[in-house]
C-alpha cells in the first residue's frame, strides 16, 4: 500500500471515528477523491477488522465510535517527561517496532522509552501464541527497560511487571484482581492482559528488555470466536464509560515506574504482594513443560521471582521460558 493510501485510510477512519453516518459524496469531498475511492477504502478498513455499516441514502459508520489515541496529548499526560514515546496507527507488534527504534537510533534510548499502537496485526504472547489486538480497542504497549548489569539482572521483570500492572487496576477501583504466574493479570477469574518480555544482549554485562503489554479495554464482542479462553475486558467492570486515553497514560506511568523500581532493588518487597494477588496460592496445579506434565500445589514465588510448588518429591522451583500454569484436580 502507497503512502498515500495509507493517509487516506487514516483520514477516513478519523472522520468515521465518531460512529455517526457519513454520505460516500460528503467524504469523497473532504478528502479530494472520488466516491470510487471511498468504497475501495472502506474495505481497507474492514481489513483492519473495523465493523463498517453501509446503507443505501446514509452512507457509513463505523459499529461503535473509536476513541483515537493523541501523542500529543499522551506525552502532556506522562509523568516521566523526558521518555518519549511514539503512537502508531498500525504495526505488526509493538516489540517489534521497539527493537527496531533501538537499532535505528543513534543515542542510546531513554530507560521508559515507549511504543503504543492502535493495533497490532502480529501480536503475540508468552510461548508464540497469538494475541488478539483489534483497532482502537484495547492497549498495545511496549516498554524499554536498560539491563546495565546484564541479562541475569531481569530475573523476575516479568513478575514485577504483572504486579505492577494487578496494582494499577486495583487502584482504579477494579475488585477481584489476580495475577498468574509468571505475568497474566485476571479479574474474576478471566484474563485482561498479558505481558510479554524479550531479551536482549549478553548475560553479564549489558542488555536490555522490551516489556510488552497488551490489555483488554473493550474487547468487541464479534471477536469473541477467535479467543480460547475465558477473557474479560475494564469497561465490564466499570460503571461509566472508559476513556481509552487516560487508561493508556495510567498503564504508561505504572509500568515506568514499576520498571524504574525493579532496576533499583529487583523484588524486593514484592513477594509477599505477589502472595496476596496470586490466582493459584495454595491450590492444585498443572505444569506444561513441553511434552511434559508436572503437578502440585502453588506456593507463591521466591525472591527471584521462581514459582514455588510443592511436590511429592519436596518444594521445586521453575523459572519462566517454556512452562506454563494450569489448574489442578
Known amino acids: 500500500m502507497t503512502n498515500a493510501a495509507i493517509r487516506l485510510d487514516d483520514q477516513l477512519i478519523e472522520l468515521l471515528a465518531d460512529g455517526h453516518f457519513h454520505s460516500g459524496q460528503k467524504l469523497a469531498e473532504q478528502l479530494g477523491v472520488s466516491r470510487t475511492a471511498i468504497n475501495k477504502h472502506m ?24 476513541q483515537l489515541l493523541d501523542q500529543t496529548a499522551l506525552q502532556a499526560l506522562a509523568a516521566d517527561q523526558q521518555a518519549p514515546l511514539l ?41 508464540g501464541k497469538t494475541w ?10 511496549s516498554v524499554y527497560c536498560p539491563l546495565d548489569d546484564g541479562l541475569g539482572s531481569a530475573l523476575g521483570l516479568s513478575v514485577a511487571a504483572g504486579i505492577g500492572l494487578a496494582q494499577s487496576l486495583q487502584k482504579a477501583g477494579i475488585e477481584g484482581v489476580s495475577v498468574k504466574w509468571p505475568n497474566d493479570v485476571y479479574i474474576k477469574g478471566a484474563k485482561v492482559a498479558g505481558i510479554l ?12 528488555a522490551l516489556v510488552g503489554i497488551g490489555l483488554n479495554l473493550r ?12 477473557y474479560t475486558d475494564i ?6 464509560p472508559l476513556v481509552r486515553q487516560e487508561w493508556v497514560a495510567l498503564l504508561l506511568n505504572s509500568t515506568r515506574d514499576v520498571l524504574n523500581n525493579f532496576s533499583q532493588h ?40 521462581a514459582l514455588l510448588v510443592k511436590q511429592d518429591s519436596g518444594l521445586k522451583r521453575y523459572f519462566g521460558g517454556e512452562v506454563s500454569v494450569r489448574a489442578g484436580q
Request: charged share 25%; glycine share 12%.
Open 43 to 66: 474495505s481497507s478498513l474492514e481489513a483492519l477488522q473495523l465493523d463498517v455499516f453501509r446503507v443505501h441514502g446514509k452512507g457509513y459508520k463505523l459499529s461503535e465510535p473509536l
Open 235 to 240: 469497561q465490564s467492570h466499570l460503571a461509566e
Open 87 to 127: 503512537v502508531k496507527r498500525v504495526t505488526t507488534s509493538t516489540n517489534d517496532d521497539l527493537k527496531q527504534w533501538l537499532a535505528d537510533s543513534e543515542e542510546p534510548l531513554s530507560a521508559g522509552s515507549a511504543v503504543i499502537a492502535e493495533m497490532q496485526t502480529a501480536g503475540r504472547g508468552r510461548r
Open 266 to 305: 529487583g523484588l524486593s518487597g514484592m513477594v509477599e504482594t505477589w502472595r496476596t494477588l496470586d490466582h493459584f496460592y495454595g491450590k492444585p496445579v498443572r505444569l506444561l513443560l513441553g511434552q511434559h506434565e508436572q503437578t502440585g500445589v502453588a506456593q507463591g514465588i521466591d525472591e527471584h521471582g
Open 132 to 141: 488478539i489486538s483489534p483497532f482502537g480497542a484495547n492497549i498495545y504497549l
Open 197 to 208: 518480555v524479550e531479551l536482549e544482549g549478553q548475560a553479564t554485562s549489558g542488555g536490555h
Open 219 to 230: 474487547m468487541p464482542e464479534r471477536l469473541r470466536r477467535n479467543i480460547d479462553q475465558d
